[in-house]
Nanobody, 128 residues
């Protein structure tokens, strides 16, 4: 069974950067599109970014577009999310999620209900 584990969260100053990692175990990750989601206290879970099996198709929420990069290394069974120019409103628990897709260019989308497997999350705090 596919298991996901996020890492790389922590305390970052406004304007700083971080790279989150999503490591998979149990099954080869290249069968899955991967999405990153976040949830701040009192708010609904929000889709941040997603990437296709091949890595050739990606999508970003408007809130992070232009300052975020999602990538994957299937050989390492890991997906990454780099976010630059962090803002206080980026603070949240960040989750990665996986959905099995047939089309290698299907990026899975930014709707959480599409995804079957979830990691436990990693906390990102943005504060000076």
């Amino acid at each position: 069974q596919l298991q996901l584990a996020e890492s790389g969260g922590g305390l970052v100053q406004p304007g700083g950067s971080l790279r989150l990692s999503c490591a998979a175990s149990g099954i080869r990750l290249d069968y899955y599109a991967i999405g990153w989601f976040r949830q701040a206290p009192g708010k609904e879970r929000e889709g941040v970014s997603c990437i296709s099996r091949s890595g050739g198709s990606t999508n970003y929420a408007d809130s992070v577009k232009g300052r975020s990069t999602i990538s994957r290394d299937n050989a390492k069974n890991t997906v990454y999310l780099q976010i630059n120019s962090l803002k206080p409103e980026d603070a949240a628990v960040y989750y990665c999620a996986a959905v099995a897709v047939l089309n290698s260019n299907d990026d899975g989308g930014l709707f959480s209900r599409q995804y079957n497997y979830w990691g436990p999350g990693t906390q990102v705090t943005v504060s000076s």
